[in-house]
T-cell receptor, first 114, second 110 residues
């Protein structure tokens, strides 16, 4: 299994540009999540999904959109990038609703907005 | 929601044991306590989890207080490769189980 994959690894945007961060998992996990991590800070939850067709907001959802059309993919869209969105973005997945199950994280996408 | 509290940073010497504390006083009775670590420039990775009993695996041990309001991650012999940020998480349902605190930055001195 490849686990959780994220593309691209690095991205530079200009203010106002839009882009989509890709996340895919091949473990048939129901839960998928997006986090951002600012320098020296912890992880903050942006959006999450408990299954295909179901998404919900996390702690910091403003400026981001998500959709979940398949179990495998959970893209994160920045509609109009702002310098405040400069961060490292991590995608994660886990199986089932039970709190027994651990999360698996991707390697991250480092985004800079100029 | 199961909010967690951890010290911002801790320092230890190589080859000595390390005890990383976490308070999770609002955790519900069915929520597992998970620990993750994040090495520099990497995504977080799972370390260990438990419900009520102490747990051991190849990476660490987890000691859970009898009232479940706190837990301690134990690294028995720290190495330089253990320098990382360690997060504890009370894995409930919904967004609560996906929310992390700021973690503890563990510094290992040679």
């Amino acid at each position: 299994n490849a686990g959780v994959t994220q593309t691209p690894k690095f991205q530079v945007l200009k203010t106002g540009q839009s882009m989509t961060l890709q996340c895919a998992q091949d473990m048939n996990h129901e839960y998928m999540s997006w986090y951002r991590q600012d320098p020296g800070m912890g992880l903050r939850l942006i959006h999450y999904s408990v299954g295909a067709g179901i998404t919900d907001q996390g702690e910091v959802p403003n400026g981001y959109n998500v959709s979940r059309s398949t179990t495998e993919d959970f893209p994160l869209r920045l509609l109009s990038a702002a310098p405040s969105q400069t961060s490292v973005y991590f995608c994660a997945s886990r199986t089932g609703q039970g709190s027994y199950n651990e999360q698996f994280f991707g390697p991250g996408t480092r985004l800079t907005v100029l | 929601d199961a909010k967690t509290t951890q010290p911002n940073s801790m320092e230890s010497n190589e080859e000595e044991p390390v005890h990383l504390p976490c308070n999770h006083s609002t955790i519900s009775g069915t929520d597992y306590i998970h620990w993750y670590r994040q090495l520099p420039s990497q995504g977080p990775e799972y370390v260990i989890h438990g419900l009520t009993s102490n747990v051991n695996n190849r990476m660490a041990s987890l000691a859970i207080a009898e009232d479940r309001k706190s837990s301690t991650l134990i690294l028995h012999r720290a190495t330089l490769r253990d320098a990382a940020v360690y997060y504890c998480n009370g894995m409930g349902g919904g967004a609560d189980g996906l929310t992390f605190g700021k973690g503890t930055h563990l510094i290992i001195q040679p």
